[in-house]
């Protein structure tokens, strides 16, 4: 079983950054795809970003784009997110979730079963 750890959640004001971290043991990390997706409070999942296994391609939704920065360190088994000027409509709870491949292929986030627990991210002033 796919073992995805998040942390870095909290409370921040509209404008302020987070990093997000999501520890994944248990399989070979360097080989696949990760994501990040959201689900905010009364809403479907939504595909916030992903990055290619070898870590020079990422992918990001509409509404995040220019403000969040996905990377990973193959060496940690880490992956990041880095949100800068986050805003209330960022508030979600924020999951880690594993590719089925190298690539990163759709924004679809049903594509991306294999997710962790999730940590919370609420903005608010």
């Known amino acids: 079983q796919v073992q995805l750890v998040e942390s870095g959640g909290g409370a921040v004001q509209p404008g302020g950054s987070l990093r997000l971290s999501c520890v994944a043991p248990?399989?070979?990390?360097?080989?696949?795809?990760m994501t990040w997706v959201r689900q905010a409070p009364g809403k479907g999942l939504e595909f916030v970003a992903g990055i290619n296994s070898g870590g020079w391609r990422s992918m990001y939704g509409g509404s995040v784009k220019g403000r969040f920065t996905i990377s990973r360190d193959n060496f940690k088994n880490v992956v990041y997110l880095q949100m800068d000027n986050l805003m209330p409509d960022d508030t979600a709870v924020y999951y880690c979730a594993k590719g089925l491949g190298s690539t990163c292929l759709t924004e679809d986030p049903s594509d991306y079963g294999d997710r962790g627990q999730g940590t919370q991210v609420t903005v608010s002033s």
């Open positions: 248990g399989f070979i990390f360097s080989q696949y795809c």
